[in-house]
T-cell receptor, first 107, second 116 residues
Framework: RKEVEQDPGPFNVPEGATVAFNCTYSNSASQSFFWYRQDCRKEPKLLMSVYSSGNEDGRFTAQLNRASQYISLLIRDSKLSDSATYLC????????FGAGTTVTVRA | EADIYQTPRYLVIGTGKKITLECSQTMGHDKMYWYQQDPGMELHLIHYSYGVNSTEKGDLSSESTVSRIRTEHFPLTLESARPSHTSQYLCASWGNRGPTTNEKLFFGSGTQLSVL
């Protein structure tokens, strides 16, 4: 079983839609959690850190559920520019990555 | 904005050559990582270091080697490049950017390696 698992998608959504997806992790002692965004052939860039109380940054909302060991990312009012692969990263002392969730926003 | 640098950005080289991919960071981070990623595929950890003179192999077996003689520098070497080494190589460091910021992973821009 992988330490971090993500729904690979792809999620194909129209502009303006809301899209949400999860990431599950296996190490209950994991300390911190992140969502990174990666565009094709580029390096991953930090989108959001995920805090235990949940946090919001504009159209993006991240939540952490320690009891069920997952984090989520919700994108509201999606834009064409949101098309990317979203990587879940878990700091379980060795930094484990999910395989990524692909989101495609269409006009 | 980036404080972690990789060179070269692109490298096209013939089979059998020895190559070194450079990675440097100016943030004083102890933890550094090398990842390999093929287009559309997930990242694979190939090497990591928790500080000077510390290096470990990652999850993906690799024919490359690394060294960590200085905190800021974490080069990756392929003694004899092969077409199967064609991939994108991403370097990263873990830490904070300043005393009031939280720790996170910072990536370099990557080296796209093509072995002919």
């Amino acid at each position: 079983r992988k330490e971090v698992e993500q729904d690979p998608g792809p999620f194909n959504v129209p502009e303006g839609a809301t899209v949400a997806f999860n990431c599950t992790y296996s190490n209950s002692a994991s300390q911190s959690f992140f969502w990174y965004r990666q565009d094709c052939r580029k390096e991953p860039k930090l989108l959001m850190s995920v805090y235990s109380s949940g946090n919001e940054d504009g159209r993006f909302t991240a939540q952490l559920n320690r009891a069920s060991q997952y984090i989520s990312l919700l994108i509201r009012d999606s834009k064409l520019s949101d098309s990317a692969t979203y990587l879940c990263v878990v700091n379980d002392y060795k930094l484990s990555f999910g395989a990524g969730t692909t989101v495609t926003v269409r006009a | 904005e980036a404080d972690i640098y990789q060179t070269p950005r692109y490298l096209v080289i013939g089979t059998g050559k020895k190559i070194t991919l450079e990675c440097s960071q100016t943030m004083g981070h102890d933890k550094m990582y090398w990842y390999q990623q093929d287009p559309g595929m997930e990242l694979h950890l190939i090497h990591y270091s928790y500080g000077v003179n510390s290096t470990e192999k990652g999850d993906l077996s690799s024919e490359s080697t690394v060294s960590r003689i200085r905190t800021e520098h974490f080069p990756l070497t392929l003694e004899s490049a092969r077409p199967s080494h064609t991939s994108q190589y991403l370097c990263a460091s873990w830490g904070n950017r300043g005393p009031t910021t939280n720790e996170k992973l910072f990536f370099g821009s990557g080296t796209q390696l093509s072995v002919l």
